[in-house]
């Protein structure tokens, strides 16, 4: 009720903010929408029952109490979770013993919990331990089959949003706006894709945000790794992203070791180019290879293939950039994001910067549940920036595996940032091993990029003690070279002096 209302001044702030008069319209029928569904929970927790029902919750996972509200002759019964406050009844499943989620109005059809829906794994297990990072496909499965697979997901599209999601259906959006505005920053549209992005609502269409939204999003999620939150967003976008899986290659005593690849890879599975480079330096370390994002990655080498070093910054690209810095002129923060989004889902290096940031967040929450007490973890390219996203995850939860090393390989993120969030879940360094003579990042980042430059390019600014800048450019003279021409160093480099570019400064190191 409180996420309802508070959605709800949310939008009539923004019904009479917003530059637009559509927007205004359509921020004020949203408002509307919240007004009614907290008058509505407001109306059933003022005459509960002393009937109660114990059972898990598919708004909030948790197993609580339900008290059962006192609702018209011919009515279906309606139940206030004791957890989160939500509206629930119990799942038509026989035998079931879960509670779904309940909508206000008559139910049309046959209400499922999260577990019959195939919105969570399994209730009992969706915030425990999974011990080895090989067991990771067990706890994905599910326990309960979907028998809600005819029951038809009613899309909003125009909010850019499917309103299947494991919060309860009537304040799924109240809660996306609220996180987006207090999280994100944004108001309005833009705080309920924001904020839903980020609670697992569901999968966002037509240019939404993705889940992570940008890395500064991950900060918010760290109470979710490891529970029952984490669990629902790890199964929503291994569902959604089919060839997700992790391969151990090769099984030791060390520390274990994470790769992940970036778009130019030459083999789907197996070692690959990684052989080498990690056993020269992780000799006796389990090693497993996260595959992510075949579609998107397939879809980006193609495109980089027929335009990088010709037209990598052509029309296609700098017409994304163009209305970022238009939409950026008028100073339209609060609805930037959906407006961008349009033109940039439609580009291929978009869709897999998306997908390698929900990837990020998806490792994060795994690695929270293993045994393991620290990681090594290396990544090239976009499987960089998903291993930096993953770090910064962990970073938000104190009892997370700690990152023993960080090893980035022309690394497809912006280099200039705040990265205490990176480096302080860091025990020994993060190396990024960048090069001048990278011409996919040159260009192709940088076209799609507007007033960035990729650390993979130019290296991290600032750097300090544990994040550490080794210029390649000798060796390395293009994107696809790092893992042949590269040595992994094995300690930080304590000699520094200042860089040329901006205000970071650069280990004085050879790659031997």
């Known amino acids: 009720m409180v996420s309802n209302a508070w959605a709800y001044a949310l939008n009539r702030h923004a019904a009479v903010n917003l530059p637009d008069e559509d927007m205004q319209k359509a921020a004020e029928k949203r408002a509307k929408g919240f007004k009614k569904a907290a008058a509505w929970i407001a109306e059933l927790a003022e005459d509960l029952a002393l009937e109660e029902k114990s059972g898990w919750c598919s708004s909030c996972f948790g197993k609580h109490e339900h008290r059962k509200a006192n609702r018209p002759v011919g009515q279906l019964p309606a139940y206030i979770c004791g957890g989160c406050g939500a509206p629930t009844l119990p799942c038509a499943a026989l ?284 990544g090239h390219s976009l499987g960089a920036r998903a291993l930096v996203v993953a770090a910064q995850t962990l970073s938000s939860k104190k009892s997370a595996p700690r990152v023993q090393a960080m090893h980035l390989l022309g690394a497809a993120i912006g280099g200039k940032s705040d990265w205490h969030s990176l480096t302080s879940v860091v025990d020994q360094a993060v190396y990024n091993y960048y090069s001048s003579n990278d011409q996919v990042l040159k260009y192709a980042y940088r076209g799609t990029q507007p007033g960035e430059r990729a650390a993979g390019e130019v290296g991290f600014r600032p750097a300090d003690a544990k994040l550490q800048n080794v210029d390649v450019s000798a060796n390395v003279k293009g994107h696809s070279q790092y893992h042949q021409q590269v040595r992994l160093l094995t300690e930080p480099i304590t000699r520094w002096e200042p860089a040329e570019i901006g205000a970071s400064v650069m280990p004085l190191a050879s790659t031997d």
């Not at 494991?166 to 904020?195: E, M, R």
């Not at 991950?218 to 669990?231: E, H, I, K, R």
């Not at 595959?291 to 027929?306: N, Q, V, Y």
């Not at 990598?312 to 930037?336: E, I, Q, T």
């Open 95 to 378: 035998t079931c013993t879960n509670m779904a989620v309940r909508e206000e109005g008559a139910v049309r059809v046959q209400r499922y919990c999260a577990e019959h829906r195939h919105e969570i794994p399994g209730f009992a297990k969706a915030d425990r331990k999974m011990g080895s990072l090989n067991n990771y496909e067990e706890f994905l499965s599910y326990d309960k089959p979907n028998l809600a697979k005819v029951v038809k997901v009613a899309g909003a599209v125009g909010a850019g949003v499917l309103t299947a999601t494991p919060l309860a259906a009537i304040s799924a959006t109240a809660v996306g706006g609220a996180v987006g505005a207090v999280i994100g920053g944004y108001s309005g549209i833009a705080a309920t894709n924001f904020g839903l992005a980020l609670l697992g609502g569901g999968s966002l269409v037509a240019g939404g945000l993705g889940m992570a939204g940008g890395t500064a999003v991950v900060t918010g999620v760290g109470a979710a790794l490891g529970a029952a939150l984490g669990g629902s967003v790890a199964n929503a976008y291994v569902r959604e992203d089919k060839s997700f899986h992790i391969e151990m290659l090769q099984d030791g005593s060390g520390v274990p070791v994470i790769v992940c690849n970036g778009f130019l890879s030459e083999t789907k599975t197996g070692w690959g180019e990684w052989r080498t480079i990690v056993t020269d330096r992780y000799p006796d370390s389990p090693v497993y290879r996260v595959h992510w994002g075949a579609r998107e990655l397939k879809h980006l080498t193609m495109f980089a293939g027929a335009n990088i070093g010709k037209v990598a910054a052509g029309a296609a690209l700098k017409g994304a950039a163009a209305k970022a810095a238009k939409v950026a002129a008028k100073r339209l923060a609060p609805v930037a994001p959906a407006l961008i989004a349009a033109d940039l889902a439609k580009n291929p290096w978009h869709l897999a910067k998306s997908r390698a940031e929900k990837t990020g967040v998806i490792v994060a929450d795994l690695l929270a549940r293993t045994d393991a007490e620290s990681y090594v973890l290396i």
